[in-house]
């Protein structure tokens, strides 16, 4: 079993192999475990309500998840007030996971979560759904829901 630290230990690797602006960053899997060991460690959904309406979320428990949107639906203006929101759900001292959908408004989120003086913010590298196939769908090559691990559809 690999404990907090030894996560905590991976992720920072992460962020010195690849010059992250943000504490670092995990695999689906690693953040799950993370979230199981870790009772103050918090997963912040990025997305849009828009796509946790229409495609689902994490199934993890209420005191675990935090929803605050990057950006809005329609038009994808972004998020003035994010890091007041985020305060209101997750403190600053504890491991903040951001998910978004293919893992690319969540490296922002870190950073700016980062900025704001979030020890231990980190991305979940491949997102909600993951990269699109060749056929161009999500949710079949990777992604937190192509790993299987708990989340509820729409």
Not at 81 to 103: E, G, H, M, N, Y
Request: aromatic share 10%.
């Amino acid at each position: 079993m690999t404990t907090r630290d030894d996560l905590l230990q991976a992720a920072r690797e992460r962020q010195q192999q690849n010059q992250l602006p943000y504490f670092g960053a995990l695999s689906p899997q690693e953040a799950f475990a993370l979230l199981q060991g870790d009772p103050t460690a918090v997963m912040v959904d990025v997305r849009t309500q828009a796509e946790l309406d229409w495609i689902g979320g994490p199934d993890l428990p209420e005191a675990q998840l935090a929803h605050v949107e990057w950006s809005s639906y329609p038009g994808g203006t972004q998020n003035a007030t994010f890091i007041a929101q985020l305060r209101a759900r997750a403190r600053t001292d504890v491991p903040v996971l951001f998910l978004c959908r293919s893992a690319a408004r969540s490296k922002h989120a870190a950073r700016v979560a980062t900025e704001a003086g979030y020890q231990f913010a980190m991305d979940v590298l491949e997102g909600f759904e993951g990269a699109r196939d060749e056929q161009h769908h999500r949710k079949t090559v990777e992604g937190w829901c192509f790993r299987g691990l708990p989340w509820h559809g729409a």
